[in-house]
């Protein structure tokens, strides 16, 4: 079973920046898609970013012009490129493609002053 292993959070102040990075265990290309995810405390899981094989990106409106998300299907790594940060942008982000259960720990993103 496939594994993802995220990283890069971490504590920044609002208007900064962090890239995030996922680590596949096997080729992120046997998925159709990959997405970034994000989950703050109390509230539910939710897609922020997404990016398919053929290399078409979507965004939450919450985050359109201020995330970016790429892939290198080379290192079977995919990343989420964070800028002008908000504190509503706090939350543990995960990669995961749309369909399966293959949840990794995550990563913790805080932005706070």
């Known amino acids: 079973q496939v594994q993802f292993v995220e990283s890069g959070g971490g504590l920044v102040q609002p208007g900064g920046s962090l890239r995030l990075s996922c680590a596949a265990s096997q080729s992120i290309f046997t998925f159709w898609a990959m997405g970034w995810y994000r989950q703050a405390p109390g509230k539910q899981r939710d897609l922020v970013a997404q990016?398919?094989?053929?290399?078409?990106?979507t965004y939450a409106d919450s985050v359109k012009g201020r995330f970016t998300i790429s892939r290198d299907y080379a290192s079977n790594t995919v990343y989420l490129q964070m800028n002008s940060l908000k504190p509503e942008d706090t939350a543990v982000y995960y990669c995961?493609?749309?369909?399966?259960?293959?949840w990794g720990q995550g990563t913790q993103v805080t932005v706070s002053s």
């Open positions: 995961h493609p749309p369909t399966g259960q293959y």
């Open positions: 990016i398919t094989s053929g290399g078409s990106t």
